[in-house]
């Protein structure tokens, strides 16, 4: 087995809609290709698409709306850009440095089920961000003993991730 560890897990891509709609371009483009090597080739009767769309582009005049449409092509190719260099989101939290990962939601839930394990605790909410998690807790007695055992609970529990995660909890009494 290799000692390197394993790349972090990301999300999309910001560009991922970019190249959707170039692939979808890019398909038209090869349709009009064929027909027109069709048109030429005998195979498909009428006028030639690109021969068609040169005739109206030969008719147009410069008009006052086409400096407003390239500003506005400047600028759609501009965010298409900043898209491309645009860094995946993170989405995973390593645990030690073996090259393991766990999303955020799981880390949520390691420290809801640890906070539940407290005497006391009737139940635990929690949510993780990408370096807090954030718990919920809803206990019987005396919440500041709980509130300590919860912290160290769940400081135990999540001690394993790389960097471990700042803990914001409130107990809530219940009745």
Do not use: Y
């Amino acid at each position: 087995m290799s000692n390197e560890t394993a790349k972090r897990p990301t999300g999309t891509a910001a560009v991922a809609p970019v190249g959707i709609l170039a692939a979808v371009a890019t398909v038209a483009l090869g349709v009009v290709g064929v027909h027109d090597a069709l048109q030429a080739a005998g195979a498909v009767r009428g006028p030639s698409w690109t021969e068609w769309l040169a005739g109206r582009l030969e008719t147009i005049q410069p008009g006052g709306w086409m400096i407003p449409a390239g500003i506005i092509a400047v600028v759609v190719g501009l965010l298409f850009l900043v898209a491309a260099l645009k860094p995946r989101r993170v989405t995973h939290s390593a645990v030690g440095r073996d090259g393991v990962w766990i999303r955020r939601r799981d880390i949520a839930r390691l420290a809801a089920e640890s906070a539940e394990s407290v005497d006391s605790v009737v139940s635990a909410t929690a949510k993780s961000r990408r370096r807090t998690v954030r718990l919920t807790v809803r206990a019987t007695g005396d919440t500041d003993r709980v509130a300590t055992d919860v912290d160290t609970t769940v400081r135990e529990r999540l001690a394993v991730l790389s960097p471990p995660p700042r803990i914001r909890r409130r107990v809530v009494e219940e009745h």
